[in-house]
Every structure is written in C-alpha cells, then in structure tokens.
C-alpha cells in the first residue's frame, strides 16, 4: 500500500508538473517583445506652414524701384481752417487759377480752394493711401469731385507743372530739397503758399501771422532768376 500511495504521489506531481510548463509555453509564445521606435527628426515643413527666413538686404530698396511707396517724411497734422483761408488769400486765387497742394492730408486746402474760391481746378498729392482715402471721401461730401482730385505719389516725383498755385505744409528741411523741382518746373509767376515754415535762404514776399501761426508767399521768378536773400 505504502509503495502504491508513494508511485500514485509521484504520478501526479508529474502531470502537474507538465501542465505548469505547458501554460508558462502557451504564455511565453502569447508575448511579443516591445521595442521603443527609434525617433527621427522631420526637416520636411509641415504643409501649410511657413518657416523664418531673414529678410534679404536690399529688399527694402528694391521695393521702392519697384514703385511701391515708401513712409511719409512728415506726421501728417491738419492746417487749421483759419490758416487755410489766409493762404488762400494771399495767393489770391481766381477762377482760372489751378492749386497743387503738396502733402494734401485729408484734402481740406484743394476742396476749400474749389468749393469758396471756386478756383479751376485743384489737385492734392500725398504719400500716404490713407489719407488719399480720407480726402477722396471729404471731395465726394463735399460735391465737388467734378474738379478736385487726389493722387497716391511721392511730391519728390510728381507732375505738378501745370499748377498757378502751390500749397505746402511739409518742414523747412523738405520745403529746401523741394526748392529746385519748384524753380526748375513752375512757370514764372507761379504762386507759392507754406504754413508754418520756410525755403531756406529764400526771402517770402510776404509774412503772415495767424492765430499765432506763420504763413509765408513767395512768387516763383523768371528762370535763371536769383530766389536768395542777397
């Protein structure tokens, strides 16, 4: 009996002994080997994205010779109505005159010229599209765009030979750069109105004070004419 309990024993210790190693196989053969993927960096741009590049030299410039418009040289301050008036006065514009005004703003000089003095026609140039704009939308207001225009230039290039009148209210340094484009294109006789400042050593024919502010006129020479204060 003892020896039949003793093989009995061993018998079972034996089948449970395969059994143990079969599930631990079927476990093992279940199981796959898990590897961290090996991190590459993308160069590719993702679509729809943009990286930084520096701006080239030059690119500045060559928009400009592009005829793309560059910044206004002065912060653009409105000429009081008072003011306007006085240079319209001293100008002496008539019916057949015609006004440039030169860095317009939001177009008060040429609209007042046209609609009270009742002047030919007026234009204004300015630098700035906005306040091309601006100015536009007053004409329009002010019903008179049958003679009063607006154009989107630099007065440096501009046309402006054909006026009787010029307006301006720029600074003393560009009123002097302007000097010679003025004497140069002008026809003798032609009308010269500044606010506030002056044409470096060319004497004004006449000085206005206004509200304490300061209108000089100055009346464009026959050519080849000095314009100094000798």
């Given at each position: 009996?003892?020896?039949?309990?003793?093989?009995?024993?061993?018998?079972?210790?034996?089948?449970?002994?395969?059994?143990?190693?079969?599930?631990?196989?079927?476990?093992?053969?279940?199981?796959?080997?898990?590897?961290?993927?090996?991190?590459?960096?993308?160069?590719?741009?993702?679509?729809?994205?943009?990286?930084a590049?520096?701006?080239?030299?030059?690119t500045?410039?060559?928009?400009?010779?592009?005829?793309?418009?560059?910044?206004?040289?002065?912060?653009?301050v409105?000429?009081?109505?008072?003011?306007?008036?006085?240079?319209?006065?001293?100008?002496?514009?008539?019916?057949?005159?015609?006004?440039?005004?030169?860095?317009?703003?939001?177009?008060?000089?040429?609209?007042?010229?046209?609609?009270?003095?009742?002047?030919?026609?007026?234009?204004?140039?300015?630098?700035?599209?906005?306040?091309?704009?601006?100015?536009?939308?007053?004409?329009?207001?002010?019903?008179?765009?049958?003679?009063v225009?607006?154009?989107?230039?630099?007065?440096?290039?501009?046309?402006?030979?054909?006026?009787?009148?010029?307006?301006?209210?720029?600074?003393?340094?560009?009123?002097?750069?302007?000097?010679?484009?003025?004497?140069?294109?002008?026809?003798?006789?032609?009308?010269?109105?500044?606010?506030?400042?002056?044409?470096?050593?060319?004497?004004?024919?006449?000085?206005?004070?206004?509200?304490?502010?300061?209108?000089?006129?100055?009346?464009?020479?026959?050519?080849?004419?000095?314009?100094?204060s000798?």
């Amino acid at each position: 009996m003892k020896l039949q309990r003793k093989i009995h024993g061993l018998a079972l210790c034996a089948a449970l002994t395969i059994a143990g190693c079969a599930q631990s196989g079927a476990q093992s053969q279940g199981t796959q080997t898990k590897t961290s993927p090996t991190t590459q960096t993308n160069t590719t741009p993702t679509p729809g994205t943009t990286t930084a590049t520096p701006t080239p030299a030059g690119t500045q410039e060559k928009a400009l010779e592009a005829g793309q418009s560059r910044t206004p040289d002065v912060i653009y301050v409105p000429t009081p109505p008072e003011v306007v008036e006085a240079m319209l006065k001293v100008a002496n514009v008539k019916k057949d005159d015609v006004l440039y005004d030169l860095g317009s703003g939001d177009g008060r000089i040429p609209i007042t010229a046209v609609q009270k003095y009742g002047v030919r026609r007026a234009v204004g140039i300015d630098i700035d599209p906005q306040r091309i704009k601006e100015a536009n939308d007053n004409a329009k207001a002010a019903g008179v765009t049958d003679r009063v225009t607006f154009r989107n230039e630099d007065l440096f290039q501009a046309d402006f030979s054909e006026a009787t009148v010029v307006t301006l209210y720029l600074l003393d340094s560009l009123n002097e750069k302007l000097r010679p484009k003025l004497l140069r294109e002008l026809k003798p006789g032609t009308r010269i109105v500044s606010h506030a400042f002056r044409m470096g050593d060319w004497k004004p024919e006449q000085t206005l004070e206004v509200d304490g502010r300061t209108v000089y006129f100055w009346t464009v020479p026959a050519k080849g004419a000095a314009t100094s204060s000798q």
